[in-house]
């Protein structure tokens, strides 16, 4: 069993800022591929962003490639999403998910556990 517990979203201008956080528990966040994904008002779950268990791969998707960043720490059981040059295009509530896979997936069928989300909110 693995919880999630987002934290960092907020309100930001247009090409600012934001750093958000996933804490988790258990001790097996280390074999766990995370991500994150997004959702804006009346529009499906989006795939962020993704990175293997080990830290060693990641991957984006487009839109965001170059602005965001994804992390973790493993002894802290941590990922962290680093997210700059902001647009109002990034407004969404933001999630953070954990896959037993290993390896790094853009399929949200793939991640068992999700954190309750944070909401992002850019103005222009």
């Known amino acids: 069993q693995v919880q999630l517990f987002e934290s960092g979203g907020g309100l930001v201008q247009a090409g600012g800022s934001l750093r958000l956080s996933c804490a988790a528990s258990?001790?097996?966040?280390?074999?766990?591929?995370m991500a994150w994904f997004r959702q804006a008002p009346g529009e499906e779950l989006e795939f962020v962003g993704a990175i293997s268990a080990d830290g060693a791969r990641t991957d984006y998707v487009d839109s965001v490639k170059g602005r965001f960043t994804i992390s973790r720490d493993n002894a802290l059981n941590q990922l962290t999403l680093q997210m700059n040059t902001l647009n109002p295009e990034d407004t969404a509530v933001y999630y953070c998910?954990?896959?037993?896979?290993?390896?790094?997936?853009?399929?949200?069928?793939?991640?068992?556990?999700w954190g309750q989300g944070t909401q992002v909110t850019v103005s222009s």
């Open positions: 998910a954990s896959s037993p896979m290993t390896f790094v997936t853009r399929a949200s069928t793939e991640y068992r556990y």
């Open positions: 258990g001790r097996a966040f280390g074999k766990y591929s």
